[in-house]
């Protein structure tokens, strides 16, 4: 139990709202003894001073809100997420990083990323566990090839409030948003030349299973500086076959998906080649690519490419990339270390 009662009104009035995990312990019972030594404290039938009743008032607030976590299965404090699931079972989830999406909250630890789902997009959730499910793979030797850029999941479970994924990642993985901010919102074209070259290979993975992402994004998309790879941990929940409908999309997929796609809301792999361009071009400091040439962002015909459409084979696309667009841009091709680690974190 917590000296709750050493906190003096500023201190308590200090707290936001939605941030009970700062005065309360996540144990109902407990906090509900801190919340009564609280409230003998400053309530304003014992304390009547000038701005007591606020006091208490924010308190109240504090505890509502505390026991809405606690029923609902989640209790965060720094770098510990508990979450309670349905089954009785509780989880307890070590994480570096806290970034809101679309759909909830993502929390990305060292071996793990976690993603905490709304219960209002129970849908797009069980679409991502049957994607994920069922990523096909040829034989023994394109499952090697092919896993480090998908997903593996460790569990998934229902809390009260969300639904919860956890998935597996390597250490060395970063998220690409982190990597990029890191920076300064700019990378050297030449490390956006081999995360481009990751994207492609995984594309034409895609293709071959059939499926459209629909999210291939800064957000969902991780590297490895290390290894000049990466994995797509994020975004399964708009993933269908090519040709199947889309139940949602990110407003990136809106903006730069190809018209025809999103007028008919269907699966295509023109989509994802898309956002990898698009993708490219952010990384370089301009998604819309209208300034990439006048500040002279990259060799100019990695810039020509990352500006023209899309074709409608990612095999052809990788082949171009590879064997034209690099050579004409940089050469020879050498690995470049990226001198930044998951320690950024």
């Known amino acids: 139990m917590n000296d709750v009662t050493a906190l003096s009104a500023e201190a308590l009035l200090a707290i936001r709202p939605s941030e009970p995990e700062r005065l309360f312990t996540g144990d109902e019972d407990t906090a509900k003894q801190e919340f009564r030594a609280l409230a003998s404290l400053w309530h304003p039938d014992r304390c009547p001073g000038a701005g007591m009743t606020g006091v208490f008032q924010h308190v109240n607030r504090l505890y509502d809100t505390a026991v809405r976590k606690l029923h609902g299965g989640i209790w965060q404090t720094p770098g510990l997420l508990v979450l309670r699931a349905t089954d009785g079972a509780t989880y307890k989830i070590r994480y570096r990083k806290e970034r809101e999406f679309e759909l909830g909250r993502q929390f990305v630890g060292s071996e793990i990323v976690a993603y905490v789902v709304e219960k209002d997009h129970a849908d797009l959730f069980e679409n991502a566990l049957q994607v994920i499910g069922r990523l096909p793979c040829a034989n023994a030797r394109m499952a090697a090839e092919v896993q480090r850029y998908l997903p593996e999941i ?19 993985l970063v998220l690409l948003r982190d990597l990029l901010d890191h920076y300064g919102g700019r990378l050297d074209a030449r490390h956006v030349a081999w995360i481009v070259s990751s994207l492609l290979n995984l594309a034409c993975y895609l293709d071959y299973a ?7 994004l800064a957000d969902t998309w991780f590297v490895s500086p290390s290894q000049h790879g990466g994995a797509l941990l994020g975004g399964w929940w708009y993933a269908v076959r090519q040709g199947e409908r889309m139940q949602a999309a990110p407003a990136a997929t809106v903006q730069y998906a190809p018209f025809d796609v999103m007028d008919r809301r269907c699966g295509d792999s023109r989509t994802d080649l898309e956002l990898i361009r698009a993708l490219g071009r952010e990384l370089l400091g301009d998604a819309t690519g209208a300034r990439l040439a006048r500040e002279k962002a990259a060799p100019q015909p990695m810039i020509d490419w990352l500006q023209l459409p899309a074709g409608d084979s990612a095999l052809r696309d990788y082949q171009i990339w590879m064997n034209r667009v690099l050579k004409d841009s940089f050469g020879k091709r050498r690995f470049v270390k990226l001198d930044v680690s998951a320690d950024l974190y």
């Open 154 to 172: 460790v569990r998934h479970f229902e809390t009260g409030e969300s639904w919860v994924l956890v998935l597996r990642k390597t250490p060395d």
């Open 210 to 216: 059939r499926l459209a992402h629909n999210a291939i």
